[in-house]
Every structure is written in structure tokens, then in C-alpha cells.
């Protein structure tokens, strides 16, 4: 596996020099303004990321001021009560995207971050505390605890809210193959604990933020 400097170094021969290739990266969020976050724009991401699969995103933005409003804000309590004749009316709402199971998945979503907020005092504390360094632990328990968070939905939803961690996009993934981390896109658990040793590495090597690193390794390829 080659260090992070070396992988850098490959970015920047590719995009004309290292600073290109360390160009217009967001910095992550710390903890505390993670927290400082209503949940209802944590259920948002989780929203927009399970409109936007299988869709144009033109699509989902041009109708998101409607979903918004049809979805309350998306303040998870009100959005949690959606059943019954509400959801029925719901489906025939034409300011939303009007697909019975990911508008299900949301509801679901919601009553999740109600849940957890009753416990840790709300769902933005229970991200902003979870170590990057178990990066592979939150999305794992993102996609088991919650509904379509799976595949990369669940990374791009905490890089929306400003969780630092990484996106296993093709790019990312094609680099991770290459330096012999791992031997096709991860789904095992095993895989993605060999990914997270790796950009935890990285991390070490660097003192990079992991979104960085994600961002480094995707243009190392693309």
C-alpha cells in the first residue's frame, strides 16, 4: 500500500500540481457544530439522498421546495406520524416524489431519529461522537438501523450534515484496488474493516481529514 504521499502525489501529476489536487475540498464540521444541528436537516439529507437514487438529481432539486413543505420541515417527530390516511394523502401529493416505498423509508427514517434522539439527546450527538475512526462502524449501523441507507446513500448524507469520512464512489474504490486494500468494490464486513485500517493509516501518515483523503484518492484515479 503506498502512503498517502505517494497517492498524492499521483492526484497532482493528474490535475496539474498538488494544490489542484487538494482544491476545493470542504472541510468537515467539529462535533460540537454537528451537534448544534437540527435533526430535521439530518432527515433532510437522508430525504434528498433517497430521492436522488435511481432519478435525476435536476429532478429532486427543482421539486424540493414542495417536498419540503409536503414533509413538514422535515422535522422528524411530525414526519414520524405520517400514517394511514396521511400517507395515502401523501402519495397523491403532487409536490413530492411520489414513490410509496422511499417516501415510506423517510417516514421510517424519522421514527429512527426520534428513537435515538430520545436516548442520546438527539441524533445529531449521536453523529457528531462517533469516532472517525470507526467510520465503517456508523455507516454499517446507518444501514442496518435505518431505511435504503445503505450503498453510499448514508456517506453522502454525513458528508451533507459535515461529518468528516469518506464516499466509496467508483473512483475511491478503484484506488483502494489498486494499493491491494482490498480486491472489488466492499460489501463484507471484513472488506470495509480492511477499507477503514487504511484510511486510518492515511489519516496517521498525513493528519488529514478523512474527507480529504476520500477526495485525494478519488482524483488519484479520475
Request: aromatic residues 8%; proline residues 5%; without cysteine.
Amino acid at each position: 500500500m503506498r502512503t498517502f504521499e505517494e497517492i498524492l502525489a499521483i492526484a497532482a501529476e493528474r490535475h496539474g500540481g498538488r494544490e489542484a489536487a487538494l482544491a476545493n475540498i470542504p472541510a468537515p464540521l467539529g462535533p460540537e457544530q454537528i451537534a448544534a444541528q437540527p435533526d430535521a436537516r439530518f432527515l433532510a439529507a437522508m430525504a434528498r439522498g433517497i430521492f436522488q437514487t435511481g432519478i435525476s438529481w435536476s429532478v429532486v432539486d427543482a421539486k424540493w421546495p414542495g417536498i419540503e413543505e409536503a414533509l413538514h420541515g422535515f422535522e422528524p417527530a411530525r414526519v414520524a406520524m405520517i400514517e394511514g390516511d396521511a400517507f395515502d394523502a401523501l402519495l397523491s401529493d403532487t409536490r413530492v416524489i411520489r414513490s410509496g416505498p422511499k417516501l415510506a423509508a423517510i417516514r421510517d427514517n424519522a421514527v429512527l431519529i426520534t428513537e435515538v434522539a430520545a436516548e442520546a439527546g438527539s441524533f445529531a450527538r449521536k453523529i457528531a461522537d462517533w469516532p472517525v475512526a470507526e467510520f465503517d462502524g456508523l455507516l454499517d449501523w446507518l444501514k442496518r438501523s435505518g431505511s435504503r441507507l445503505g450503498g453510499n446513500t448514508g456517506a453522502y448524507m454525513l458528508r451533507a450534515v459535515g461529518k468528516d469520512g469518506y464516499v466509496l464512489g467508483r473512483d475511491v474504490v478503484g484506488r483502494l484496488i489498486a494499493e491491494g486494500v482490498i480486491d472489488k468494490p466492499p460489501s463484507s464486513r471484513r472488506a470495509l474493516a480492511a477499507v477503514q485500517a487504511a484510511f486510518n493509516t492515511w489519516a496517521a501518515q498525513s493528519g488529514l481529514p478523512y474527507t480529504t483523503l476520500s477526495r485525494v484518492l478519488a482524483r488519484s484515479i479520475g
